[in-house]
């Protein structure tokens, strides 16, 4: 149990390696991969995003008080790095990715068909803290690929096969099996 | 792409089965295990954890200000559960798991030994949101366990092997091989 001290460093893991969806006032959108993100609250169902000022998607979503997170499958992982180093202001994501923007329910901003979850949010408060701003957002709709249920309506995870996001090495990972769930340690501790 | 719209849920995956430190104010430790957490800033480096009001751990970081991210390996997913199933008002989780309390640098709260990473953080701020309040920490130390290293001095992420949890099906899971690190598409696309 040695431990080594570095300098204070991100190194939470695994993160969500998530599409976050955006547009602009004329309707384009936009995709930004972020995995400075999270839920902050389960009821109201809320989730943070934090973009740095800098970045286009920051007045974006500052501008429409909205975006979508979108939950790429592990397959997509080039896609989901191409939309990490590109800037909105310079290129169409959706049509560099060939990825597939798809009409929301309760906000305007698409979001992508490719993605197993997708997860409205409106903006119901910004934090500044640094570099980053969090922006809080209340989750409006949630939207699963009909091929991820099982026939008795349980979501099937390896369907979904979200990718993670490890800061320590920057890496990308898909899941392992499952270990457990919630709450299977007490039944089998009798 | 057919989609199925379910209510509006916190399906952000995957998110890190973290084990939270924090003590009362006669130094008793208590853990609790958190997936409501993330990273909010890169600088300064900043975490978030959500808590509800009615955990015992809600007061105890209210009161000290202060807590730590300890990020468990797979093969602990048994104590993780355990420490997300008990209460501190209850039990002694670390006399139940048997984990090590190890002194922190920069708080008065203990890591955890068997973690491989450990993450100190002081609250900056606490913005309640509903069902959860968002504690807003500075980051000002990181520990990694000296065998995480390689001889050049690169964390090797199958040392730290972080848990995962999904909460589509509640269930933890490892992590799988790299699939690439930021930035690599970039570089593949010439």
């Known amino acids: ?45 809320m989730a943070g995003i934090s973009i740095r000022p800098s970045r286009y998607s920051h007045g974006l979503i500052r501008n429409s008080g909205e975006f979508a997170l979108n939950i790429p499958p592990a397959d997509l992982v080039m896609k989901v790095d191409l939309c990490g180093t590109l800037s909105g202001r310079d290129v169409d994501k959706f049509a560099v990715t060939g990825l597939t923007p798809l009409p929301a329910r309760e906000i305007s901003t698409p979001l992508i068909g490719e993605c197993g979850v997708n997860i409205e949010c409106r903006v119901t408060e910004v934090v500044p803290l640094g570099v980053h701003d969090l922006f809080l957002g209340e989750i409006l709709a949630t939207h699963i690929d009909e091929e991820a249920f099982s026939e008795d309506g349980t979501i099937l995870i390896q369907r979904i096969n979200p990718l993670g996001y490890i800061p320590m090495d920057k890496s990308y990972r898909a899941m392992g099996d499952a270990l457990g769930s919630y709450g299977y340690s007490r039944k089998n501790r009798g």
Not at 8 to 33: G, H, M, W, Y
Request: aromatic share 4%; with cysteine.
């Open 1 to 45: 149990m040695s431990k080594r001290t570095i300098p204070p460093s991100t190194f939470l893991a695994p993160l969500p390696a998530a599409l976050v969806t955006c547009q602009d006032k004329e309707s384009r959108p936009n995709i930004i991969t972020l995995a400075w993100t999270g839920i902050v609250c389960s009821d109201p169902p």
